[in-house]
């Protein structure tokens, strides 16, 4: 049992490309969560999902977007990277009376 | 507006003492709190939860008492073991499953637990 599965690792962008980190969960959980963290700030919510087909903003939604075609993936889509998107970004899954599982992690740096 | 903090950045403990991490939330809409710990370069993981119908929850040695009338919340590590050294954050989460709300933690930023050998 996998849980939750994030790709990739590390990337370095340079600002203005774009990219997606994936996250996939093998736990059938409804809901699913992106997370940045900061030095000093905790994790702040980026976008959230209840279910296929449903999206929400979090906390810090602005430069990113995110889908959810599959209960199983829910990827997060960097439109145009900046420096400020410089980050340690994690996905969440939760099910129902279930507490939240998080993945490895995606350490981002934009120059 | 930070909705959950936690006021204490660090905390050094010696091995065998108790550790008391602290946490405070202020959104009455909170009734499920949880704490992660978190080593470097990996997830959160999750160590233990408690429903505001409670006032305290225990596993292991961790414990985690709620005051809800202070909107108060602290995890009890006792002993305290080297391999507890971690960042550990305080989330909070409606407890209703099924509501949109349901998946959506808000964390605290974070205390570094150092315990000492």
């Known amino acids: 049992n996998a849980g939750v599965t994030q790709t990739p690792k590390f990337q370095v962008l340079k600002t203005g490309q774009s990219m997606t980190l994936q996250c996939a969960q093998d736990m059938n959980h409804e809901y699913m969560s992106w997370y940045r963290q900061d030095p000093g700030m905790g994790l702040r919510l980026i976008h959230y999902s209840v279910g296929a087909g449903i999206t929400d903003q979090g906390e810090v939604p602005n430069g990113y977007n995110v889908s959810r075609s599959t209960t199983e993936d829910f990827p997060l889509r960097l439109l145009s990277a900046a420096p400020s998107q410089t980050s340690v970004y994690f996905c969440a899954s939760r099910g129902m009376y279930t507490e939240a599982f998080f993945g490895q992690g995606t350490r981002l740096t934009v120059v | 507006d930070q909705q959950v903090k936690q006021n204490s950045p660090s905390l050094s403990v010696q091995e065998g003492r108790i550790s008391i991490l602290n946490c405070d939330y202020t959104?009455?809409?909170?009734?499920?709190f949880l704490w992660y710990k978190k080593y470097p370069a990996e997830g959160p993981t999750f160590l233990i939860s408690?429903?505001?119908?409670?006032d305290k929850n225990e596993d292991g040695r961790f414990t985690v008492f709620l005051n809800k009338s202070a909107k108060h919340l602290s995890l009890h590590i006792v002993p305290s073991q080297p391999g507890d050294s971690a960042v550990y954050f305080c989330?909070?989460?409606?407890?209703?499953?099924?509501?949109?709300?349901?998946?959506?933690?808000?964390f605290g930023q974070g205390t570094i637990l150092t315990v000492h050998p």
């Open positions: 408690i429903s505001s119908i409670k």
């Open positions: 959104n009455s809409m909170f009734d499920y």
């Open positions: 989330a909070a989460s409606p407890s209703n499953a099924g509501g949109t709300s349901y998946g959506k933690l808000t």
